[in-house]
């Protein structure tokens, strides 16, 4: 299991620009970044290598923060990686709430993060099916 | 007997039957002093009232009403009733809904309005020993020297802070064995947010006793400050047309004010027949000074909208209970026809734990469209657990029941904590921009 950051955020302009500008003087890599719009407010949800410290950082720079635990599965990167996966899931039963993906290296690995209504089932149908399941990242 | 505890005593622990009596005597002497002002004189001369007919409490309705409209006009002095040279002291009102108001005491009025305090603050269960923190506006404001020659009358040691400066505050409080403090609600509230996001306790200050008012705030939002500070909240009531504080406060049963009756004649109207409405019911306060000898003020319409509590006290007081305010008759909202107090939203704002104690009303009206209420609360620092989707789900929840309660739909904006501006006086709930009138 992994732990996307998840950073309340009201829908105004300025804001990624202070979350960014957060991480960065706490010197953080971000893995990937992406935005959930659901209306008057969002959230930025944020993958990157130290989840405990990116939600603290942000947190004592008064924002709300909250983790969200996650699958996230290495899969390789050519066409019809994705098919085996989604298979999986769907013999489990695990309803996928939010999934994104991204590239680690070009032509080689990239990763798929599943946030399922039951967290440990994803993971076990990953691992059943001979996915790798990342705690690093 | 401790000595903190036999201030005021006679009045204190006064029976019904000793306050009617001692009413009927002070209303009487009350009416031929305030003939001596010029604004009551042409009132009684206009009405052919002549001020010796007024002998008991029963004759009250045959004296006219005072509004706040008529302090105005009665301004700078109209209403004073003895020499300036008598005057020790000169007060203004807030000025909340309008321009300031001038009220005027004398050194007796200023000691009666401080053994008035002293009691009051007693009536809590604190004492002599305890050191309070006025964390009030010296000043004008009345809830700062009010507040202040009532707590040293009581023996306590008092600490003039004033407002503003939350630091400075809390190593007062900490550096001087500080066991009561004096505040507004709002502010109270703004130092535990400020404590607590700086990973400290309120209860660590060891606080024992809250006096808190000079705006409205609901019983949850007492019994969330009261779990967070460890303190006890008592509610207090005053107005600077009828001195300041010290008017009514909560004993140790927290169920209701005690209107300390020695004091005040206590009517409760209907705000638009102005006839009384059954003991219990809902109206109008109106109150009348009968220890006030500077500048009497003769049934005063305080716009604010209460109730007696019927029955007696258990603390054995004889002095009738005021329940929690439910509005001023001025203050409250039409919004879509619907009549709504602030108060019942912010009820439904508090029982949210989610959600930090800062909140705006936003009012607005596009031409010829329905009123639309805009509802822009902060989030409490851990507002957010797992995914937004959490979030979501809780506004939506909280847009139910924001319906439920007002009986027509707001929109809910949620905002980060600290981002709604802090007041430290009174807070600004509401900002209607329809143009309405």
């Known amino acids: 299991m992994y732990n996307e950051v998840q950073v309340f955020a009201e829908n105004k302009s300025g804001k990624l620009a202070k979350v960014a500008g957060v ?3 706490a010197g953080i890599n971000i893995i990937n970044f992406q935005i959930a719009d659901v209306g008057q407010f969002g959230a930025f949800k944020i993958l990157t290598a130290d989840p405990d410290k990116t939600a603290q950082v942000l947190r004592d720079a008064g924002m709300v923060v909250a983790l969200n635990p996650v699958t996230v599965v290495e899969i390789a990167d050519k066409p019809g990686a994705l098919v085996a996966l989604g298979n999986a899931l769907t013999d489990a039963g695990v309803n996928v709430l939010d999934a994104y993906g991204c590239l680690l290296e070009k032509g080689e690995r990239a990763i798929f993060v599943v946030h399922g209504d039951k967290a440990d089932l994803a993971e076990k149908a990953a691992k059943s099916a001979g996915f790798t399941t990342l705690s690093e990242l | 007997m401790d000595f903190s505890e036999r201030i005021g005593e006679r009045f204190k622990l006064m029976n019904r039957d000793e306050i009617r009596a001692w009413q009927s005597e002070r209303l009487a002497i009350t009416v031929k002093q305030a003939a001596k002002s010029p604004w009551y004189k042409a009132k009684f001369a206009e009405m052919g009232l002549n001020p010796e007919d007024i002998k008991s409490c029963d004759d009250i309705k045959k004296l006219p009403l005072t509004t706040k409209e008529d302090l105005r006009l009665s301004y700078p ?41 002293a009691r009051s603050i007693n009536l809590s269960g604190a004492t002599d020993k305890d050191v309070l923190q006025n964390m009030s506006g010296y000043g004008m404001f009345t809830g700062g020297l009010g507040i202040h020659f009532g707590g040293e009358r009581l023996g306590m040691m008092m600490i003039p802070a004033g407002p503003g400066n939350t630091p400075r505050h809390l190593m007062l409080i900490r550096d001087f064995g500080v066991t009561a403090i004096h505040a507004t609600p709002s502010y109270a509230m703004h130092v535990a947010d400020e404590m607590i996001s700086n990973g400290e306790d309120p209860k660590a200050l060891g606080l024992k006793y809250a006096f808190l008012g000079a705006e409205p705030y609901t019983e949850a939002m007492r019994l969330r400050l009261q779990e967070l500070y460890g303190f006890k909240v008592y509610n207090s009531y005053g107005l600077s047309e009828m001195n300041g504080p010290g008017v009514a406060m909560e004993c140790t049963y927290q169920n209701g004010m005690h209107i300390w009756e020695d004091s005040y004649i206590v009517e409760v109207i209907n705000p638009e027949t102005l006839e009384d409405v059954p003991e219990g019911e809902i109206g109008e306060l109106v109150l009348t000074p009968i220890r006030r000898m500077g500048m009497p003020i003769i049934r005063y319409r305080t716009r604010d909208l209460t109730r007696i509590i019927p029955g007696k006290c258990e603390c054995g007081l004889e002095h009738r209970r005021l329940a929690r305010f439910v509005g001023r008759s001025d203050d409250m909202l039409i919004v879509r026809g619907v009549n709504i107090f602030p108060s019942r939203i912010e009820q439904v704002l508090m029982a949210e734990e989610w959600l930090g104690g800062n909140y705006v009303l936003h009012l607005t009206r596009e031409d010829g469209k329905m009123d639309v209420m805009t509802i822009r609360v902060e989030l409490a620092k851990d507002a957010m657990s797992g995914s937004v989707d ?13 319906k439920d309660a007002a009986g027509f739909t707001a929109i809910i904006e949620l905002v980060e904590p600290g981002s709604l501006p802090v007041s430290m006086g009174k807070a600004k709930r509401v900002i209607d921009e329809r143009d309405i009138f």
């Not at chain 2, 959490?390 to 924001?402: F, S, Y």
């Open chain 1, 23 to 25: 991480l960065g003087n």
């Open chain 2, 390 to 402: 959490v979030l979501k789900n809780r506004k939506a929840e909280l847009g139910r029941k924001i």
């Open chain 2, 77 to 117: 002095d109209k209403m004073l009733a003895v020499d300036k040279s008598e005057i020790v002291r000169l007060h203004t009102s807030s000025g909340t809904t309008g321009k300031p108001t001038a009220i005027f005491h004398t050194a007796q009025d200023i000691q009666n309005w401080a053994e008035l305090m």
